[in-house]
C-alpha cells in the first residue's frame, strides 16, 4: 500500500457557548480516540489521531492527522457523533454545522509538472505543491456534504492515478513542419477528470478501460461521422469490416512487433475443443468463487493469436493474396470497425493513451507517386478538420516510425517522398505551455515504400513497383484533444459539432 497521509482543521459549530464544553469534550477523548483507531486495530499507524483541539465561544476546533485507512474526513464524521450525543445529552447543545478547512492530501513522492497541471484541475483543489520526495494538495473549504460523500477517496485514487502515469518528458526531436494560429482555449482541464464528475465516462476495472456514457458517445460519433466524411469518404476511400483477432502466422508478417514491441500486445489463448477439460475448473469455482488460475493454465492452448494492436494487419494480408496491375491502382480502403489492443507507448494516461481503443484506419496501394500524393491529400484533409471544422489548435511533425532503421531515419522533412511519416499533433492545455509541453498525436500519416509489400509478399505484374501506406485517425484521441480545448459546454463548440451532436444524443 502506498503511503497517504491526510491532515485538516475539524470545526464544529455548536448551537450555543458553555463554559462546561471543554470538560464534557475532555471526558469523552479518550473513546474519541478509540473510534478513530476503528478499521486500522491491525495498523494503528493508517489510523486517524487527534493532534490538538480547543474551544473557543461555540466552535469546537479539532486538528486531525490520518494515514491510508482512516481517512480524516471519516475522523470527523466519527467525532460529530460521539460529540453530538455527549453534549446533547449532558449540556443541550446541538452541533449546527461541520466543516473542514485546510484539508491537506500528503503523497510520499514527487509528481511531474504534468501531473501536477492534471491534479490542478480536480474539483475542489486549491494549491499543489510537489517537492523532491512528496506532494501535498490542499483543498478548498469543504461542507459536510463533501465528507459524507465519496468525493474525497474519489480524489485521493484520481491523485494516485495521476501519480503512477508515465509521462514522457517532451523533447522536439520530430520537426514541426507546418502549425495553426494560436486558438481561443475554453478548457484548460483533464478530460478525464471531468469527465468522470459529469458521468460522461466511468472508470472500468481493466487497466486503461472505461465505460463512454451517452453524451461522451455522442461526442464521439459525432467527431467519428466528420473525420469518415471528410478525409476517408471524399477522399476516395472505400469501407472495409476487418477482424479484430490476428493469428500469429499474420502477425509475425508486421514489419517491428514481434521483434520489438512484443511487450505492448495482448495475447490470445483458443479454448480446448473438448468442453469436459474444463470439469475441474468449473468445480473449484463453484467451491471457491474465484478463478482457478492454475487449472485454467492446464487446459488452454498456447497463445495463437493477439488482439490487434494496428488494426491495418488483415489489409496487408488482403492485398498479398491479390496480383496488382497498373490499370487497377491505386487502391484505397478504411475500417472503423472496432477497438485497437495495446499498451500505448509512454504507459496508460487519461483518455488519451488507453489500452482499449478506437481509430479509423486507411490503407493505401499503388505507384510510389500515387502513394505519396495519396498521404499528403490526407494530411491535408486532417488538418481542414483540425483547423477549419473542429477549431482546434493543430501542428503537423515529420517522423520515423519504430520499425524504420536509424539509417533510414535522416530525411529531409520537407521533400514528401522521404518522409516515412507525417503526424497531426493536437495542443492539450492541461499539459502545460504549448513550446514546451508534450503536443497528442490523433493521426499518423505514413508511407511505407516497399517494407510492406516485402513483409507480405504483395504480388505485382512484372516490372511494376508499387508501394503502400496507411493512416490511423485515432477517433479516441481527437475526442480527448477536442474536449481538452473546448471542454464540456456545447455553447464552446462549433456549431457543425452542436448540431450533429444533438442529432445523435437526440431527446
Not at 491491525?42 to 474551544?55: L, R, S, T
Not at 485521493?156 to 508515465?166: A, G, M, R, T
Request: glycine fraction near 6%; aromatic fraction near 12%; charge should be neutral.
Amino acid at each position: 500500500m502506498r503511503k497517504i497521509q491526510t491532515e485538516t482543521e475539524g470545526y464544529f459549530i455548536l448551537s450555543k457557548s458553555d463554559e462546561r464544553i471543554e470538560n464534557t469534550i475532555q471526558e469523552k477523548l479518550d473513546e474519541s480516540k478509540m473510534i478513530l483507531i476503528k478499521g486500522a486495530e491491525k495498523d494503528p499507524e493508517n489510523a486517524c489521531f487527534i493532534g490538538e483541539w480547543k474551544v473557543t465561544e461555540n466552535i469546537l476546533k479539532v486538528v486531525l492527522y490520518s494515514g491510508n485507512l482512516v481517512r480524516s474526513h471519516i475522523g470527523i464524521l466519527r467525532l460529530k457523533k460521539v460529540f453530538a450525543k455527549e453534549l446533547g445529552e449532558k449540556l443541550k447543545i446541538g452541533i449546527r454545522k461541520v466543516l473542514a478547512k485546510n484539508f491537506k492530501i500528503i503523497l510520499f513522492e514527487y509528481i511531474d509538472e504534468i501531473a501536477v497541471n492534471k491534479v490542478k484541475s480536480m474539483p475542489k483543489v486549491k494549491e499543489i505543491i510537489s517537492e523532491k520526495d512528496r506532494t501535498i494538495v490542499q483543498l478548498e473549504d469543504l461542507e459536510e456534504a463533501d465528507l459524507r460523500g465519496n468525493l474525497i477517496d474519489r480524489l485521493i485514487n484520481l491523485i494516485e492515478e495521476v501519480s503512477k502515469e508515465k509521462h514522457v518528458s517532451y523533447e522536439q526531436i520530430q520537426p514541426i513542419v507546418r502549425r495553426s494560429i494560436e486558438k481561443r482555449i475554453e478548457f484548460n482541464g483533464d478530460p478525464l477528470i471531468t469527465g468522470l464528475e459529469l458521468g460522461w465516462v466511468v472508470q472500468f476495472p481493466g487497466r486503461g478501460q472505461f465505460i463512454y456514457t451517452s453524451k461522451y458517445a455522442a461526442l464521439f460519433e459525432t467527431i467519428k461521422s466528420i473525420l469518415i466524411e471528410e478525409i476517408a469518404k471524399k477522399g476516395g476511400f472505400k469501407p472495409f469490416l476487418l477482424p479484430k483477432l490476428i493469428p500469429f502466422e499474420v502477425m509475425r508478417k508486421m514489419p517491428g512487433y514481434f521483434d520489438s514491441i512484443p511487450e505492448g500486445m495482448f495475447y490470445v489463448c483458443p479454448p480446448p475443443r473438448e468442453p469436459e477439460a474444463f470439469d475441474n475448473f468449473k468445480l473449484e469455482y463453484k467451491l471457491k468463487k474465484e478463478v482457478p488460475i492454475d487449472e485454467l493454465k492446464k487446459v488452454l492452448k498456447d497463445p495463437a493469436y493477439v488482439l490487434a494492436p494496428a488494426q491495418c494487419e488483415p489489409f496487408w494480408y488482403y492485398y498479398s493474396v491479390i496480383t496488382h496491375k497498373s490499370d487497377t491502382l491505386p487502391l484505397k480502403y478504411y475500417d472503423a470497425s472496432g477497438y485497437t489492443y495495446r499498451w500505448e507507448g509512454g504507459g496508460v494516461e487519461g483518455l488519451v493513451r488507453v489500452t482499449e481503443f478506437q481509430r479509423i484506419e486507411l490503407t493505401y496501394l499503388g505507384l510510389p507517386e500515387q502513394v505519396v500524393n495519396i498521404r499528403d491529400e490526407i494530411v491535408e484533409r486532417g488538418i481542414n478538420v483540425a483547423d477549419k471544422i473542429l477549431d482546434l489548435e493543430w501542428r503537423v511533425t515529420a517522423a520515423a516510425p519504430f520499425y524504420v532503421k536509424e539509417s533510414s531515419a535522416k530525411f529531409d522533412p520537407y521533400n514528401s517522398k522521404e518522409v516515412p511519416a507525417y503526424d497531426i499533433e493536437i495542443y492539450l492545455p492541461y499539459r502545460g505551455p504549448r513550446e514546451t509541453s508534450e503536443w497528442l498525436e490523433v493521426a499518423g500519416c505514413f508511407v511505407h515504400k516497399k517494407k510492406f509489400v516485402d513483409s507480405f509478399k504483395i504480388k505485382s505484374e512484372v516490372d511494376l513497383e508499387i508501394w503502400t501506406g496507411c493512416t490511423g485517425l485515432g477517433v479516441s484521441r481527437w475526442v480527448a484533444a477536442f474536449l481538452a480545448e473546448k471542454g464540456f459546454k456545447e455553447e464552446n463548440w462549433p456549431a457543425i459539432v452542436r448540431e450533429k451532436y444533438r442529432e445523435i444524443l437526440g431527446g
